[in-house]
C-alpha cells in the first residue's frame, strides 16, 4: 500500500475516533485497504457502516480545522524562511516566492474558514458552496508551490503543503458524498 493511502486510513480513522461515529472505526482499514478509489472507500464506509449525514458533517468540520492547522504550518514555515532571508533580497521586498506563497496562504485560510459555514446549512446550494470553499482553498495552496517556479521550493515547505493538501483532498471527498 503507498504511503499516501496509509496516512489518508490514519487521517480517516482519527476522523471516526474524534467524532465518535458509530462506524466501526476497526473495519476501516479492511475495507479501504482493498479500495484505490477514496471516494468509493467513504462511500463503501458510509454504505456498510452505517455513517449518518451528521457524521459526515462532523468529519468535514474536523477535518477543515485540521486543514487550517496545516495550513497556517505552511504560512509560518513561509514566514520563518522569509525572516531568514537577506533583508536586501527580494523577498524582503515583497516580491520574492516566499513572500507569495504567505500571501497565498492567507487566501487559503480564508477559503477553508468559509467552509464553516454550509456546513450548518443543509441543500444543495450549501453543498457547493463548501465544495467551492474548499476547491478555492486547495487552488491557492498550490499556488504557493507554484510561486518557486523554476527554483527548488524548500523541503520543509513542500512537506508542509503537501499535508495541507492531502486534507483538503479529503474535506472535497467528504463534501462530495454528504447528502443533499
Known amino acids: 500500500m503507498k504511503a499516501s493511502s496509509i496516512s489518508f486510513l490514519i487521517i480517516l480513522a482519527a476522523l ?23 471516494t468509493l472507500c467513504i462511500q463503501t464506509l458510509k454504505s456498510t457502516q452505517n455513517c449518518t449525514n451528521d457524521d459526515l458533517r462532523c468529519m468535514a468540520r474536523f477535518v477543515t480545522k485540521q486543514a487550517i492547522n496545516a495550513a497556517k504550518n505552511v504560512q509560518n514555515i513561509a514566514q520563518l524562511l522569509l525572516s531568514r532571508q537577506n533583508k536586501s533580497g ?3 521586498q515583497g516580491t520574492g516566492p516566499l513572500n507569495d506563497c504567505a500571501t497565498n496562504c ?16 443543509s441543500g444543495s446550494s450549501a453543498q457547493t458552496n463548501l465544495l467551492n470553499w474548499a476547491w478555492f482553498a486547495e487552488s491557492y ?17 513542500a512537506a ?18 454528504i447528502p443533499v
Open 141 to 157: 495552496l498550490n499556488n504557493c508551490d507554484q510561486d518557486f517556479g523554476p527554483s527548488v521550493e524548500p523541503q520543509e515547505l
Open 160 to 177: 508542509a503543503s503537501s499535508t495541507a493538501k492531502q486534507l483538503i483532498e479529503i474535506l472535497l471527498t467528504v463534501a462530495v458524498i
Open 106 to 121: 492567507n487566501t487559503t485560510l480564508y477559503y477553508l474558514g468559509s467552509c464553516y459555514g454550509p456546513l450548518k446549512q
Open 16 to 38: 471516526y475516533y474524534s467524532c465518535s461515529i458509530i462506524c466501526h472505526a476497526s473495519s476501516i482499514s479492511a475495507i479501504c485497504s482493498t479500495t484505490a478509489n477514496e
Open 90 to 92: 527580494p523577498n524582503y
